[in-house]
């Protein structure tokens, strides 16, 4: 999605040569209008599953699921939970997420009543490298029997290889950019 | 707003009298549609004050910022960050918030590039119970010198009088649903 990539390279900034920081827009500072557009695009791809709920994991993912869940008829936005809440019940199906970012495993956990075999289900997120949260997602909708239309990314480290390793499964993974390489010096090479 | 009230009330449940779960609408689950017309409202209330950020914290109150966003016209969505990410620079704005429903102090931080004098904000949660959250993001847009045009809340927990003491501050506070009393047996009492 040449907006996105063309904001990327404007604003984002490479650090070593595996973190991009894109806080100006994506998930510290969130460009609402952008997300809007990014929501249009995973709606042109995947409008014809049937798709009625839109899963993500806290915190980044949570504002890009919600402005994209418009377009989709306002399907439901559910959202895995990190931390477990005086007011969550014990109730939940649960996968372990290694997040890349902050170099922890969470737990992610999402109440079996808001996802069933009824369910077809779009995993979106921010960003995927190993792809651990897609992955824990992922194992949340099979053990809730639900169907998994697809995997919408707004930007994947293709380098990291977690998202060749789900289209290899079979999934239909889409991402907005797909970053192939990237060096403090050399700069940012997307995939074709 | 009655359409949030008679949500709570179809929806809600109350334990004990003082934790009210509404994770099949707001917090866990999100009803998009729900949430356009909560943004709404919020713009109808504030739409006046040239507001250009949204501020907030993570996780909840993230994707009922982004939606209202939309409202006043794409205002850009800053989020409070509780844990410390390995892309998160040094230079933050930080204050400390007591989670009533986690039972622990988390530091909240803002970048303080994305909060100046030249803001105009508008602060935006799900939640309001002691207030500590909207104290937090009020000291930080202190901190930045940023303007406070309102503080925006979809369900207040009238009867822990966070929101009160910050109208006897001078705080333009629109909650939605102000709950003054609630219990498990007698039901939900809202403020008129």
Do not use: P
Not at 30 to 35: F, M, P, Q, S, Y
Not at 96 to 122: C, F, P
């Amino acid at each position: 999605m040449d907006l996105l990539k063309k904001k990327i390279l404007e604003e984002g900034k490479v650090i070593g040569t595996d973190i991009l920081k894109v806080d100006s827009f994506l998930n510290h500072q969130i460009d609402v209008g952008l997300a809007q557009e990014m929501g249009k695009a995973f709606y042109e791809r995947f409008k014809d599953r049937g798709i009625n709920k839109i899963l993500t994991v806290e915190s980044s993912g949570i504002g890009l699921s919600c402005i994209a869940a418009q377009y989709f008829n306002n399907a439901k936005v559910v959202f895995g939970k990190k931390n477990k809440a005086k007011t969550q019940d014990n109730s939940c199906y649960e996968a372990e997420v290694y997040s890349y970012t902050r170099g922890v495993i969470n737990q992610i956990r999402i109440a079996k009543k808001y996802l069933s075999k009824d369910d077809t289900v779009l995993i979106l997120d921010d960003f995927m490298a190993m792809g651990g949260a897609a992955n824990g997602l992922l194992s949340i909708a099979e053990q809730a029997g639900a169907k998994v239309a697809g995997i919408a990314i707004c930007i994947e480290k293709g380098f990291q290889g977690g998202g060749d390793k789900l289209r290899e499964q079979g999934y239909d993974l889409y991402s907005l950019a797909i970053v192939d390489s990237m060096d403090e010096n050399k700069g940012i090479v997307f995939r074709d």
